[in-house]
């Protein structure tokens, strides 16, 4: 199995702060079509998750540009500039380019 | 839009089986797309079970193969979940999702409790 090594496991942050969290896998996500299945995933409390970003750095439509995803084959990193209060949840990443898919263990974010 | 939303029940007991239904709707599962189920157990950990695909095949993680069994009726646009042999390491919330490659609609999810 691939494993995806999501880093920190949590975050506390002030309103207006930038943070960044790291996801490392244990294999290319490259695959053979040449793409990059590494997404990035939003659970907020209470909540089902939903997806902020597909193939490593598309954003989904109604996710503000303060999210970036950035990284290659076997590193990425999600960064959120000027937190807001509703950016608090639990981030994960994912891959799907090999099976069986595979999750990061998440990264709770808090807000100071 | 495609929603999903499962059902079945919160509690089962050790070494019975787990029996979730996903209900589909906005989408034609016979259409395209693999449908998923992924649980997410008490901390933060996620794990993809298996799915179905449009035309009725069926992937599983081979963590669960000896276990899982995902089934569907097309008439009623659903797709199901059976776990077999639960022990109270499979409580968890479960949630059917598709598309499987891009994650894009997730169901509520279903909290499911393996208690005596």
């Known amino acids: 199995d691939v494993v995806m090594t999501q880093t920190p496991p949590s975050l506390s942050v002030a309103i207006g702060q930038s943070v960044s969290i790291s996801c490392k896998s244990s294999q290319s996500l490259v695959y053979s079509d040449g793409k990059t299945y590494l997404h990035w995933l939003l659970q907020s409390s209470g909540r089902s998750p939903k997806r902020l970003i597909y193939q490593v750095s598309n954003l989904d439509s109604g996710v503000p540009d303060r999210f970036s995803g950035t990284g290659s084959q076997k590193d990425f990193t999600l960064k959120i500039s000027r937190v807001e209060a509703k950016d608090l949840g639990v981030y994960y990443c994912?891959?799907?380019?090999?099976?069986?898919?595979?999750f990061g263990s998440g990264t709770k974010l808090e807000i100071k | 839009e495609i929603q999903l939303q499962e059902s079945g029940p919160g509690l089962v007991k050790p070494s019975q089986s787990l029996s979730l239904t996903c209900s589909v709707t906005?989408?034609?599962?016979?259409?395209?797309?693999?449908w998923s189920w992924i649980r997410k157990f008490p901390g933060n950990k996620m794990e993809w079970m298996g799915y179905?695909?449009?035309?009725?095949?069926?992937n599983y993680n081979p963590s669960l193969k000896s276990r899982i069994s995902i089934t569907r009726d097309t008439s009623k646009n659903q797709f199901f979940l059976q776990l077999n042999s639960v022990t109270t390491e499979d409580t968890a919330t479960y949630y059917c999702?598709?598309?499987?490659?891009?994650?894009?609609?997730w169901g509520q999810g279903v909290m499911v409790t393996v208690s005596s």
């Open positions: 179905i695909s449009y035309s009725g095949s069926t």
């Open positions: 906005g989408y034609t599962i016979t259409s395209g797309y693999d």
């Open positions: 994912a891959q799907t380019t090999h099976f069986p898919l595979t």
């Open positions: 999702a598709t598309d499987t490659y891009y994650f894009d609609y």
